[in-house]
């Protein structure tokens, strides 16, 4: 299974922007690239994904390079509401059946 | 209306005792999940389902068995419990099973075996 590498912990001040990087240079041409973030004692929920082209919705917006190596999801503007673990994942592909392999998370902090 | 709930929150049982986890979710969904959530917060998918049909079946020990009685519900019923069982564990649920359909997860149960 592809992985993906994230920095265990960011911090960020309050009202600036953030990029939050993952690597995943073993990704493969199917694979799509999801951003899930989990506040404390809660599920995952849905940040954003994406393929091949970047990606913008109401919460964030997800750069992928070029190669398709490496993504960054970018929060325009943090609150303290960001504050979470936030989880790069591929969806990789076994015989048609798509499966999350999570990585290890980024633990955001946002700075009041 | 909770999206995708989960019962109990919390089970507190001793080892060998055999106990249930029970899902729903009434967003019309097809396709549920359970996933399993380590003391270092590491997330694995465990089962998934596809219209009640098991399409996903992790490296997961034959004592933890999903059930699908209909697409609304998904259970997990773990026998003979052991203390490397303790973590929490998420249902989630998809429109269908395809990558692009976002997920969405439950509260979470946490487990502990003592």
């Known amino acids: 299974d592809a992985k993906t590498t994230q920095p265990n912990s960011m911090e960020s001040n309050e009202e600036e922007p953030v990029h939050l990087p993952c690597n995943h240079s073993t990704i493969s041409g199917t694979d799509y690239i999801h951003w899930y973030r989990q506040l404390p004692s809660q599920g995952p929920e849905y940040v954003i994904h994406g393929l091949t082209s970047n990606v913008n919705n109401r919460m964030a917006s997800l750069a992928i390079a070029e190669d398709r190596k490496s993504s960054t999801l970018i929060l325009h503007r943090a609150t303290l509401r960001d504050a979470a673990v936030y989880y790069c994942?591929?969806?990789?592909?076994?015989?048609?059946?798509?499966?999350?392999?999570f990585g290890t998370g980024t633990r955001l902090k946002v700075l009041a | 209306d909770t999206a995708v709930s989960q019962t109990p929150k919390y089970l507190v049982t001793q080892m060998g005792n055999d106990k249930s986890i029970k899902c729903e979710q009434n967003l019309g969904h097809d396709t549920m999940y359970w996933y399993k959530q380590d003391s270092k917060k590491f997330l694995k998918i465990m089962f998934s389902y596809n219209n009640k049909e098991l399409i996903i079946n992790e490296t997961v020990p034959n004592r933890f068995s999903p059930k699908s009685p209909d697409k609304a519900h998904l259970n997990l019923h773990i026998n003979s419990l052991e203390l490397g069982d303790s973590a929490v564990y998420f249902c989630?649920?998809?429109?269908?099973?395809?990558?692009?359909?976002?997920?969405?997860f439950g509260p979470g149960t946490r487990l502990t075996v003592t």
């Open positions: 989630a649920s998809s429109q269908s099973s395809g990558p692009p359909y976002e997920q969405y």
């Open positions: 994942i591929l969806s990789s592909t076994t015989s048609g059946t798509y499966k999350y392999i």
